[in-house]
């Protein structure tokens, strides 16, 4: 069965491209363009994981994070954070929110399957 | 007049003696000569000398003025001479009078007693001055190392403030001063003068609480032995600047010395050092740069990861030809977005990309002096100024430049055979300066410049790792090759940052002539605290005083009389501060009758543009804080001010002392205490008279002269001196 996964980010210019990567890696994808969506397409889709970006409109990707683990059935989903934000203290936060892997921009695409890939298979 | 009497007076007792011991002797020769006769011997006795007693008293009489006469030098020598020795010694126990005692009629052994007496009284004499001179040359040198701290100080770049525990200001200087002047609400006002001052709370710039909580840990850290306990705090004041201020404290000098002191005492303050430091521009650049950074970093991070994307799903070779084009778009947007993001940045932060090596300020004339030395030291070259600014102040690292224009000289000089140099500086616009190093004729091509600039500095014997090009861009500057064709002249030039345009006002300001150096400080203060007193009880000479004056338009300020000026300095410890005043003209928002213009000299036309009483009093109100208010016939001037009242919402409440009154008390039976009188009876030189400040002035030094006269008729502190002000006479005429 394919992974259902998640990309929420408010630039469609990286959209396009993420999209496009997932869609060939074989994933079903779905995108959502700020963190209220996000939050949305989350409960409606439960994906196994989402490509957050830290900074969109209404909810940022901190957030829309922590409603997620506080969420009974959301709270497995995996959380790859893809943050502008690089300093250390950005990644302690992400990681402290919750996240289960964070990447900074600019990122390789094929590090980032790889990074997907390997939290997919992730023992559970 | 008395020793004749006394002496007349002995004479006359010891006469009287001697005849009284005669009669008796003679009674009682008679008596015995009397009981040895038969009964009918003695009545032809009786009867023989019966009628010749007065014979008989005369003879005695005559004896006993005899042994008077013969007994008189006995009791000079003997009874007079010592006691008019011991009356004169008396008198020279008692003071101070250099007499010499003599007792020339006295008996040698009272002779010989005044001469030891003499000998004394000159020991004591003598040691008497030693001990004046010691304390005079201790107290001396004290004063000399007082003067040399404040000198010291008074030169010191960073601001220093000194205050009592209570925190008043003790010492301060020069740059503390001009830091304060930063932070005053009214700086054209009050010059700052309102904040800073001998005696003044620094309470008035600083919370209280941050103070005391920054007292607490230094008392923490002496009470845990500390090497070097000090506190530093960021504080912004009420104009908004940003102050690091670091806290030291002032320890209390044990008597005893320091030896087998208990912990306690070798721990207690007496009071604390402030180092302030004005970080409101540091700060904001620093803030800049972080923009900068931040900008060039996050900004940068999402736009390349849309173009990293892009680029790499373009690689796909079996992406539809409708994606391809989409993912080039995407590339080509964010690329141009990024920079013009970039351009922005840039042109927004061009000066705060300065580099962060610390430059010192320098004026420029300075500098150039510096250059000519040190090329005239590397080249033996003589070099000339072609043309300077006058005015301008460098941000330099002035000791690596140097280096540079040495070097550069002698290079010039053993290469291409140079033997004339000149230097120019003049400013370049947009807070940059132009630095040439000029010389006549050979020109050189672009690769022997590049190479001077990239070779390491060395000069005679020192060599050095850097470069031109390091020195410069520590400048945040430029360095290039020049020609003037038309003048056949070559050049060297270094673009360099000048200082900031505040930062030279003042310094200018600064620069100003003053005087007001020794009145810095005040160390008797450390021996302050006011918390003992109520004012009334304080003695005057242990008050601060503001010592005031106003020219008016007219004496009627019911009638719509209005200030035009005020003057004021202060008074401290007894000890005239000139060179913290107050001098404001005031525009009085109407006409200024013509004929009060021949009196204080204020015309309408240097009136106007002043600012007017509501925004001066509130400067002046703030000068006055804590202090008590002199003025001489205070009433009059004190109308002005509580009229004012309403208007301004600030009222005088401080206690209020009239040198006219107070004069009165002294001179009760002099005719006029008018302030020329008074200043002319206790000679005190009249300068600036009728400027609200020269008046001012006067009345201060007419008060200070006048406290000692109170003190010598038991008036000390300010209640007494302000119930003998009320008793006399003027206090009862109602202005």
């Known amino acids: 069965m394919t992974d259902k996964i998640l990309i929420a980010d408010d630039e469609p210019n990286i959209l396009i491209s993420l999209e496009y990567l997932m869609k060939r890696e074989g994933f079903e994808v779905h995108l959502a363009r700020d963190g209220n969506e996000a939050l949305a397409v989350l409960q409606r889709e439960r994906p196994r994981l989402v490509l957050l970006d830290v900074m969109m409109p209404h909810k940022s990707g901190f957030e829309v994070c922590q409603a997620l ?28 929110m919750g996240a289960d892997a964070y990447m900074t921009k600019p990122f390789s695409t094929k590090d980032l399957v790889l990074a997907v890939r390997s939290l997919l298979e992730r023992p559970q | 007049m008395r020793r004749d009497t006394g002496l007349l007076r002995a004479m006359v007792l010891a006469g009287l003696a001697a005849f009284a011991l005669l009669a008796l002797y003679t009674l009682a020769v008679g008596a015995l000569l009397g009981s040895s006769l038969a009964p009918d011997a003695q009545a032809l006795l009786g009867t023989a000398l019966g009628t010749r007693w007065p014979l008989l008293v005369m003879a005695c009489l005559a004896l ?114 001009m830091q304060f002047r930063a932070l005053s609400a009214a700086p054209q006002l009050a010059d700052g003068a309102e904040l800073i001052g001998l005696g003044r709370s620094v309470y008035a710039v600083f919370d209280r609480k941050l103070v005391a909580h920054a007292l607490d840990s230094v008392q923490q850290r002496l009470q845990r032995g500390a090497p070097h306990p000090s506190a530093q705090f960021v504080t912004t004041t009420r104009s908004g600047q940003l102050l690091r201020v670091q806290l030291a404290p002032v320890r209390a000098v044990a008597d005893g010395g320091a030896e087998g002191m208990p912990a306690d005492a070798a721990q207690a303050l007496s009071g604390f050092v402030l180092m302030l430091d004005n970080i409101t521009r540091a700060y904001e650049d620093e803030a800049a740069q972080e923009r900068l950074l931040h900008g060039l970093t996050e900004g940068s991070r999402g736009a390349l990861a849309n173009l990293q994307a892009a680029a790499e799903m373009l690689d796909d070779p079996g992406l539809p030809p409708g994606l391809h084009d989409r993912f080039v778009g995407v590339i080509r947007e964010e690329s141009q977005a990024m ?31 510096a250059a000519r030395q040190r090329i005239g030291q590397t080249t033996g070259l003589r070099t000339s100024v072609l043309a300077q600014d006058e005015a301008l102040w460098l941000k330099l690292d002035s000791f690596a430049l140097l280096q540079c224009l040495g070097y550069l000289a002698q290079r010039l000089h053993g290469e291409f055979e140079i033997k004339a140099l000149h230097l120019r500086l003049q400013a370049a616009g947009g807070q940059r300066a132009h630095l040439d190093l000029v010389w006549t004729g050979h020109a050189m091509s672009t690769e022997t410049v590049v190479s001077w600039e990239m070779d390491p500095l060395a000069a005679g014997q020192e060599t050095s790792s850097l470069t031109v090009r390091d020195v410069v861009q520590r400048h945040g500057g430029e360095f290039w090759f020049e020609r003037d064709r038309a003048r056949h002249q070559a050049f060297f030039r270094f673009l360099l940052p000048l200082a900031p345009q505040a930062e030279q006002d003042q310094r200018d300001a ?147 002392l009239d040198t006219l009154l107070l004069s009165a008390v002294v001179h009760p039976n002099q005719e006029s205490h008018r302030l020329e009188a008074i200043a002319e009876r206790l000679s005190i030189a009249v300068v600036g008279r009728h400027t609200a400040l020269g008046d001012a002035l006067v009345t201060a030094e007419v008060f200070q002269k006048l406290i000692p006269l109170l003190a010598e008729m038991g008036i000390h502190t300010l209640g007494q001196a302000r119930e003998a002000a009320q008793k006399t006479y003027y206090a009862r005429l109602k202005y």
């Open chain 2, 339 to 369: 920079g013009r993001r970039l351009n922005a940045l840039a042109s927004q932060n061009a000066q705060g990309l300065a580099t962060r090596w610390p430059l010192e300020e320098m004026l420029g004339t300075d500098f150039l002096q």
């Open chain 2, 510 to 656: 600064a620069a100003l002539p003053g005087d007001s150096r020794p009145e810095y400080y005040d160390f008797d203060l450390f021996a302050n605290t006011e918390s003992s007193h109520a004012l009334d009880e304080r003695r005057l000479v242990d008050l601060t005083f503001t010592v005031f004056d106003t020219e008016t338009t007219g004496l009627n300020p019911a009638g719509g009389d209005e200030i035009i000026q005020v003057g004021a300095t202060r008074l401290l410890h007894g000890r005239l501060l000139r060179g913290e005043c107050f001098d404001q003209l005031v525009d009085p928002r109407r006409d200024i009758p013509a004929a009060g213009i021949p009196i204080h000299g204020i015309t309408p036309g240097m009136v106007a543009g002043k600012p007017d009483i509501r925004s001066v009093l509130p400067a002046f109100h703030a000068f006055a804080q804590d202090t008590v208010l002199v003025a001489h016939n205070a009433a009059f001037d004190m109308r002005f001010l509580q009229l004012k009242e309403k208007a301004t919402g600030l009222r005088f409440e401080q206690p209020v």
């Open chain 2, 64 to 177: 006993a003025a005899l042994v008077a006469w013969a007994v008189q030098p006995l009791v000079r020598r003997w009874a007079t001479a010592p006691a008019r020795l011991l009356e004169e010694a008396q008198v020279l126990l008692r003071t101070d009078a250099q007499r010499s005692l003599r007792s020339d009629d006295g008996a040698p052994v009272v002779q010989a007693l005044a001469r030891m007496l003499n000998e004394l009284a000159q020991q004591r004499d003598q040691l008497r001055q030693d001990m004046a001179a010691q304390v005079a040359q201790a107290s001396h040198g004290v004063a000399q190392e007082r003067n040399r701290l404040a000198a010291l100080m008074s030169e010191l770049t960073q601001s220093v403030v000194v205050c009592n525990l209570d925190g008043r200001i003790l010492l301060y200087n020069n740059r503390a001063r």
């Open chain 1, 69 to 96: 683990r506080a969420d009974e059935a959301l709270k497995h989903t995996l959380v790859l954070m893809l943050s502008a934000k690089g300093r250390e203290t950005d990644i302690a936060k992400g990681r402290a």
